[in-house]
T-cell receptor, first 113, second 112 residues
Framework: SQTIHQWPATLVQPVGSPLSLECTVEGTSNPNLYWYRQAAGRGLQLLFYSVGIGQISSEVPQNLSASRPQDRQFILSSKKLLLSDSGFYLCAGRQLKSNSPLHFGNGTRLTVT | GENVEQHPSTLSVQEGDSAVIKCTYSDSASNYFPWYKQELGKGPQLIIDIRSNVGEKKDQRIAVTLNKTAKHFSLHITETQPEDSAVYFC???????????FGTGTKLQVIP
């Protein structure tokens, strides 16, 4: 079965510092990959999704970017963090076959101070 | 894009009672209807899903019912237990859909 690995689990970063969150996938090939952000007590906001290596779709204008250098690797980055970037970041993957569910990692809780 | 709404946003029930959460969607092409459970500090996990050729599916204490004509589907939890306390999300879509939009979430509290 599919497993999503995310790290770190928690991160505290100062305003203006860079960010790199990594997500890797086990158990499936050529998955669709997703980055979501969740503010405290709120819903899941889709940030980016990718259907293949180097293919990134952005959903929300922001100072974040995503890259997919390998089939099972998805990276979320920022050059300069803002206070509003604080939140719970979740990576998810989905098999390409029709009507398959998302599998989520355990998330990274980012606090920008 | 798909517009997805969930009701209620919060729900408190006594242990042993039933809970029902409704998800309304806009895309008539949707044919896959999953429900996810998110416990505190963790990522959401699939708990049950249904395809459009089926009207109801049950797995022990949880069930999902689908009304394609009205474009809504519901999560039913019977004999609720404290460990059912969590946030529940729906995420309807069509086969092979790439962009996955979640509902607004329902926080369920089961009171012992």
């Amino acid at each position: 079965s599919q497993t999503i690995h995310q790290w770190p689990a928690t991160l505290v970063q100062p305003v203006g510092s860079p960010l790199s969150l990594e997500c890797t996938v086990e158990g499936t090939s050529n998955p669709n990959l997703y980055w979501y952000r969740q503010a405290a007590g709120r819903g899941l906001q889709l940030l980016f999704y990718s259907v293949g290596i180097g293919q990134i779709s952005s959903e929300v204008p922001q100072n974040l970017s995503a890259s997919r250098p390998q089939d099972r690797q998805f990276i979320l980055s920022s050059k300069k963090l803002l206070l509003s970037d604080s939140g719970f970041y979740l990576c998810a993957g989905r098999q390409l076959k029709s009507n398959s569910p998302l599998h989520f990692g355990n998330g990274t809780r980012l606090t920008v101070t | 894009g798909e517009n997805v709404e969930q009701h209620p946003s919060t729900l408190s029930v006594q242990e042993g009672d039933s809970a029902v959460i409704k998800c309304t969607y806009s895309d008539s092409a949707s044919n896959y209807f999953p429900w996810y459970k998110q416990e505190l500090g963790k990522g959401p996990q699939l708990i049950i899903d249904i395809r459009s050729n089926v009207g109801e599916k049950k797995d022990q204490r949880i069930a999902v019912t689908l009304n394609k004509t009205a474009k809504h589907f519901s999560l039913h939890i019977t004999e609720t237990q404290p460990e059912d306390s969590a946030v529940y999300f729906c995420a309807p879509g069509s086969g092979g859909y790439q962009k996955v939009t979640f509902g607004t979430g329902t926080k369920l509290q089961v009171i012992p």
